[in-house]
């Protein structure tokens, strides 16, 4: 099992550009989410997917959009790319068992110009 | 409201034990969680504490629970070079979908 997989892992942005972040699960697990980390501010959640087919706001969902395609992929999408969304978004999925714990993607390090 | 607090920064020499703390406010919390992040990477979980209990140990990690003062602690014994990361606590709620992150303490191992 891949995991949590994420592309791209690096991504340099001009102010005003689109780009879509990439985010797949093979667990087979019904819940996934993206959050950003940002210094100091551990991670905040912009969207979760609670199953396929769902989706809600996080705490700062302001300027992204998502798509969950399937049970397998979560995208994140920013239409219009701004400085202040410079961050590393990560995403999760959560397997529902004893614990319910979340499982992260190793992370897109996004630079907004 | 809903608010996980941890220390910034925590630094021990290696072979001593690491203790990092955590406090929460949401009562009603089922599982408290501690991931480690490594530089360049995602979070991992470490361990993870159901509500009710007061203690779990697992290897070299001990963490304990203080429902009343809401407090959340990870010991780390014996702490190596390879545990220098930053360590989130984390909480959720049963039947809820959302999950809370402190803002990370970064531990630095001395040789």
């Known amino acids: 099992n891949a995991g949590v997989t994420q592309t791209p892992k690096f991504q340099v942005l001009k102010t005003g550009q689109s780009m879509t972040l990439q985010c797949a699960q093979d667990?087979?697990?019904?819940?996934m989410y993206w959050y950003r980390q940002d210094p100091g501010m551990g991670l905040r959640l912009i969207y979760y997917?609670?199953?396929?087919?769902?989706?809600d706001k996080g705490e700062v969902p302001n300027g992204y959009n998502v798509s969950r395609l399937n049970k397998r992929e979560f995208s994140l999408r920013l239409e219009s790319a701004a400085p202040s969304q410079t961050s590393v978004y990560f995403c999760?999925?959560?397997?529902?068992?004893?614990?319910?714990?979340?499982?992260f993607g190793p992370g897109t390090r996004l630079t907004v110009l | 409201g809903e608010d996980v607090e941890q220390s910034l920064f925590l630094s021990v020499r290696e072979g001593d034990s690491s203790v990092i703390n955590c406090t929460y406010t949401?009562?009603?919390?089922?599982?408290l969680y501690w991931y480690k992040q490594e530089p360049g990477a995602g979070l991992q979980l470490l361990t993870y504490?159901?509500?009710?209990?007061d203690m779990k140990q697992d290897q070299r990690l001990t963490v304990l629970l203080n429902k009343k003062d809401k407090h959340l602690s990870l010991r780390i014994a014996d702490t190596q070079t390879g545990d220098s990361a930053i360590y989130f606590c984390?909480?959720?709620?049963?039947?809820?979908?959302?999950?809370?992150f402190g803002t990370g303490t970064r531990l630095k191992v001395l040789a």
């Open positions: 667990m087979n697990h019904n819940s």
């Open positions: 504490i159901f509500s009710n209990m």
């Open positions: 999760a999925s959560t397997s529902g068992g004893a614990g319910n714990e979340q499982f």
């Open positions: 949401d009562s009603s919390s089922t599982y």
């Open positions: 997917s609670a199953s396929e087919g769902t989706t």
């Open positions: 984390a909480e959720t709620t049963s039947g809820t979908y959302k999950y809370i």
